[in-house]
């Protein structure tokens, strides 16, 4: 299979600018980089998120189901039929997406892989539907996997953990990573809103590394707009 790593390159310099332009108003409306399906733990069928995303109005979005892309392959699939029949209304840019397990400072963190090139060599430990283990498991690992695939390695809600995200994000800095999901409901609330408090905590840290800051709601229901 031939890779195009020239349409993949436009479009990971295409994320990079909308990451640049997250803010707290960003999700879930907006934006949405957090998303799982069936194809994982979730509960949505790709085509019903996807159907979903054009509801809402999202201009951008990642399917991030765990060591799998196959809802965001269903879902690319769709949303190109979708398009060609209804090329007058607006669609979500829809990015490659994946979430993938590591080990850094000794517990397991949870890294958010985007716009990488899904057919490239690579990533294929981390696609097998199941976490991986050994020198695959390693963060820094897990990070030059994403970077070789022409991907964007982000370090999912950073304050969920066994350690403080004090600690980890300049750890995961150190290894590489580009961003940091910044806006997330930790608490669930509804209607969903971004935790003021650790999200400002990890801007600032952001901000320290020079990272990215990223938004998503991490759905496994049936809403979008909803974590659970």
């Known amino acids: 299979m031939v890779i195009d790593f020239a349409r993949t390159t436009a479009s990971t310099e295409l994320l990079k600018q ?9 999700c879930p409306s907006l934006y949405n980089f957090h998303m799982h399906t069936v194809h994982s733990d979730g509960r949505l069928q790709p085509i019903g998120l996807m159907e979903q995303a054009i509801a809402i109005g999202l201009k951008g979005m990642a399917i991030t189901d765990h060591h799998t892309i196959g809802g965001y392959q269903a879902a690319q699939a769709w949303l190109e039929d ?26 397991e963190v949870h890294i958010l892989a985007y716009g990488f090139e899904p057919e490239h060599s690579s990533l294929k430990p981390y696609l097998q539907s199941k976490g991986t ?25 950073p304050a969920r953990y066994k350690r403080s995200h004090f600690d980890l994000i300049p750890a995961a800095a150190e290894h590489g990573i580009d961003g940091v999901e910044a806006f997330y409901a930790y608490k669930n609330p509804n209607p969903w809103k971004p935790c003021a408090v650790e999200s400002e ?26 974590r659970l």
């Not at 829809?94 to 517990?107: F, K, P, T």
């Open 18 to 26: 909308v990451f640049q332009s997250i803010d707290a108003q960003s």
């Open 82 to 107: 979708w398009k060609w029949n209804h090329p007058d209304i607006q669609t979500p840019y829809l990015w490659s997406g994946v979430e993938i397990n590591a080990n850094l400072l000794d517990i």
């Open 133 to 157: 283990t050994g020198q695959d498991y390693e963060i820094a690992n897990v990070i030059t996997a994403i970077h070789d695939a022409g991907g964007i390695a982000v370090l999912a809600h």
């Open 201 to 226: 905590q990890v801007q600032n840290l952001a901000h320290e590394f020079g990272l990215f800051n990223t938004c998503g709601t991490d759905t496994h229901g049936l809403n979008l707009l909803q």
